[in-house]
């Protein structure tokens, strides 16, 4: 069967249409500029990649757009509506509601309105792309995929900040996580094509993208994440601060004069590698150019950034007592080899033992550490949307 994979946020969406049989994509690509102006790209499997300036007010304007491009004469890979037998979208959050996937219906959608609050920016985004899919597919059953799903196995000792503890009973605060779709997708093929029995494995999945998460992962099932209420805890990323002392808000907020909503524009958007570089990029290849060519504030940005992957793992070997394997995965964790090296060097007393040659290839399935390393290392590349193909398949 056709499954088209949305993933729908503000203002932009993107999609892929994978055949579920041989999973592989028939087409992919993205509208952006959403309610602004409106830009299509589109992309069918082995043809050139096209690029349609239009405007799409709504959302339902924009899917409308993404399906006449899928249906198209000439570029087209399906000749009707009836071939898209089913829609799976990512919803970012699902609060302790969802704990796997589900087929929508109007009770899931009012559980997942409820979860708004948890996530103001993306899950009315995520709410309108599967409405807008709903009036233009009335037919197709949709699925909805959760970021947080996958960590919702996480015991309350993991998941419970030191707060008064009324703020979880009333307002749930709590540790949910994310990327979960990439953690699930990534420790269960990290387990198949190291050749271990994922119902008897200690895995640690190392997310490493312009967002950043690591997981600790016991026989498939996740019992801690870095990310929390929001994706602003843990590692130090792109743009975002990861841990720090909260009371460094109140410190900046009057120094600079920001009130709270300037405070955390300043630690999403302005802070992580990006801050540290002193603006210098957010980008991993940008900072290894620098720190190439001796520039201190990117070595620096690179340094601060391994050390705490490294704490983390280090502190999932100790709340899993132990460790078989670990995951790298996403943009940097696929493609950046100084970084893993840089993590790795840390990991020597667990016994871990790199193979150069293995870690300077980038961009597949790959064990990248030596024969007799006593835990596993792999490169995993991610696959968020093949992953929400298949829990589609499953549920409808
Ligand atoms: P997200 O999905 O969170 O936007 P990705 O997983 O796509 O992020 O990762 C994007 C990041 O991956 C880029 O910002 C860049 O830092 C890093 N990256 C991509 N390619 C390379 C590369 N060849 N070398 C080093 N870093 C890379």
Same mark, same amino acid.
């Given at each position: ?38 830009? !299509? ?25 993404? *399906? ?12 009707? *509506? ?35 609050? !948890? ?26 995929? =959760? ?30 996580? =994310? ?13 198949? =094509? ?78 992580g590698v990006q801050g540290l570089s002193g603006g210098l990029s957010s980008?991993?290849?940008d900072l290894?150019?620098g720190m190439?060519?001796?520039n201190?504030l990117a070595k620096n940005a690179m340094?601060? =950034? ?6 983390? +793992? ?11 394997? +670990? ?16 993590? *790795?060097?840390?990991?020597?007393? *667990? ?46």
């Amino acid at each position: 069967m056709n499954v088209l994979v949305i993933n729908c946020g503000s203002s932009s969406l993107k999609f892929q249409l994978i055949n579920s049989d041989t999973e592989a994509v028939l087409a992919k690509g993205l509208c952006e500029r959403i309610g602004i102006d409106g830009r !299509l790209v589109y992309q069918p499997a082995g043809g050139e990649k096209e690029i349609t300036e239009a405007d799409m007010p709504t959302h339902k304007q924009a899917i409308q757009m993404v *399906l006449d491009a899928l249906m198209n004469e000439k570029t087209g890979v399906i000749k009707s *509506l009836a071939e898209v037998d089913a829609v799976g979208h990512r919803v970012v959050h699902g609060g302790e509601k969802f704990a796997s996937s589900v087929v929508i219906n109007d009770e899931v959608m009012a559980a997942i309105e409820e979860c708004n609050d !948890l996530a103001p920016l993306h899950n009315p985004a995520n709410l309108i792309g599967i409405r807008a899919c709903q009036e233009l597919m009335p037919t197709a059953p949709m699925v909805a995929v =959760f970021d947080t799903a996958f960590h919702q196995t996480m015991p309350s000792k993991a998941y419970l900040y030191g707060l008064p503890y009324e703020y979880y009973e009333k307002y749930k605060v709590r540790r949910y996580g =994310f990327h979960g779709t990439s953690h699930s997708f990534v420790s269960k093929h990290a387990a198949e =094509f190291l050749g271990m029995d994922l119902e008897n494995s200690k895995i640690i999945v190392a997310h490493l993208g312009n967002g950043a998460s690591i997981s600790a992962v016991v026989n498939g099932k996740c019992v801690d994440t870095s990310m929390g209420l929001t994706p602003l805890e843990g590692l130090v990323m792109g743009t975002r601060s990861g841990d720090m002392d909260p009371a460094i808000m109140e410190f900046i907020a009057k120094k600079e004069g920001l009130d709270i909503a300037g405070v955390m524009n300043v630690l999403n958007k302005k802070s992580g590698v990006q801050g540290l570089s002193g603006g210098l990029s957010s980008d991993f290849r940008d900072l290894e150019e620098g720190m190439d060519n001796g520039n201190e504030l990117a070595k620096n940005a690179m340094e601060v =950034f391994c050390y705490r992957v490294a704490k983390y +793992i280090g502190s999932y070997v100790a709340a899993m007592n132990g460790v078989d394997a +670990i995951a790298f995965t996403a943009g940097i964790g696929e493609n950046a080899g100084t970084v893993r090296k840089m993590v *790795l060097a840390y990991l020597e007393y *667990l016994g871990i033992a790199v193979d150069e040659e293995a870690n300077s290839k980038r961009g597949e399935d790959m064990v990248i550490s030596t024969a007799d390393s006593k835990v596993k290392v792999a490169v995993i590349p991610t696959n968020e949307e093949l992953a929400i193909c298949r829990e589609t398949v499953a549920l409808v």
